[in-house]
Structure formats: C-alpha cells, structure tokens
C-alpha cells in the first residue's frame, strides 16, 4: 500500500497569512493526487486534482504543486471559512488511501 | 445536480453484519465508479472500496475480506456489507463518486452527507 503522511498535523495562523503544508507518498504517484477540506460534521469537499488542477468554483488563493513523492498545498491569503481539516490522497493505485489530515486551527 | 444519500442501521452489534445503502438522483449510476469511505470519530479517512457497472470491484485489503459492494439492478442505488463487524468498525460512513466517467483510480468529486454507524451490544 501506499502511505501518505501529513505535515503539519495542525497549524495556527492568521486571516491573512499563507499557509503551505505537505504530504509525502512513500512512493512516486505520478501527480495523482488529490486535496480536500472537511469542516466539522460535513463531508470532505475536493479542492484540486491531479496535485494542481483546482475544482470548478474553488477560490484561486488555492493552489497545489509537486511531483514524484512530495506534494504541498497552499493557501495564499487564509480567509475565515478556510479553517478546517485537509486531506491529501492518492489515486495511483488501488487501495486509494489518504494523508492524516492538516488541521488548519486559528491563532 | 448530483446527489448521494446514504442510510441503514445507526447501531449494529459485534460479529453482526453492517448493512448500508447509497441512493443516487441527479444522474445515471453507470459510467463512474462508487465507492464508500469511513472515518472513526475524530480521525482520518479510509477508503472502503469501489464497484463499476455492477461487474467490477475492488475493496481495501486491510478489511481482509469483510465487505461486498453491490449495485442494485434498478441502478439507482448501491449497497455496503461488512460483516464480523467489531468495535473498530465504528465510524462515519461516506458514499461517494469519482471524478471522471470511467476513471478505475480517481478522486472522490460527490460525496453523501454521511451516516454515523456505532458496533456496540
């Protein structure tokens, strides 16, 4: 199986700030990857696919990059409804697995 | 517009079988592979497995063989089994479709709203 890990596990930070955090595949995924948001009580929601191609309606201060095992995503100016949990996950393989998750906390 | 709903039993007992439906409306069940994804309470997400036009599926092998997903033949919905549930199987349980049509290995792009299922006698 691959296995995605995580960095931060939680961070605090300001409206304004930008916030990057990472997520490492213990094998080269070939940029199938995916990065959701999951606020409390609702489902996750995708956000980009294929580590950089951001979703219809999704606010342009998202954006993701990376290749081979090491991907980021990054929030460029961090607004209110931004905090919540995001997942990163892999989609090269079956079985499909998932980041621990960023929590994404306010200071 | 696309919509999944998930329902069954908020409560099964250990070593019984957890039995969930996903009902789609908004769009045809071909073309996409459906799949279920958990998430224990404050913890992260696993995905549980996917079926594809009712011949083609795939499931996690860290269930060691404890689930069956199947597509109902009116294909408006599809349905989860997961047997010799215990504690562990405690969890939110998602249905959920790729992104694209045909796509074996894909991201998750509609979600349900989620059922919380708790094993417990």
């Known amino acids: 199986d691959i296995q995605m890990t995580q960095s931060p596990s939680s961070l605090s930070a300001s409206v304004g700030d930008r916030v990057t955090f990472t997520c490492r595949a213990t094998q080269a995924i070939d940029n199938s990857l995916a990065w959701y948001q999951q606020k409390p009580g609702k489902a996750p929601k995708l956000l980009l696919y294929s580590a950089t191609r951001l979703q219809p309606g999704v606010p342009s201060r998202f954006s993701g990059s990376g290749s081979g095992t090491h991907y980021t995503l990054t929030i460029s100016s961090l607004q209110p409804e931004d905090f919540a949990t995001y997942y990163c996950q892999q989609f090269y393989t079956t079985p499909l697995t998932f980041g621990g998750g960023t929590k994404v906390e306010m200071k | 517009q696309v919509q999944l709903q998930e329902s069954g039993p908020g409560l099964v007992k250990p070593s019984e079988t957890l039995s969930l439906t996903c009902t789609v409306s908004?769009?045809?069940?071909?073309?996409?592979?459906w799949s279920w994804v958990r998430q224990p309470p404050n913890k992260g997400l696993e995905w549980i497995g996917y079926i594809y036009n009712s011949e083609t599926t795939d499931y996690n092998p860290s269930l060691k063989s404890r689930a069956t997903i199947s597509l109902e033949a009116s294909k408006t919905h599809f349905s989860l089994k997961l047997n010799s549930v215990t504690a562990a199987d405690t969890a939110i349980y998602y249905c959920?479709?790729?992104?694209?049509?045909?796509?074996?290995?894909?991201?998750?792009?509609?979600w349900g709203q989620g059922t919380m299922v708790t094993v417990s006698s």
């Open positions: 908004g769009a045809a069940i071909s073309d996409f592979y």
């Open positions: 959920a479709r790729g992104l694209i049509p045909g796509a074996e290995h894909d991201a998750f792009h509609i």
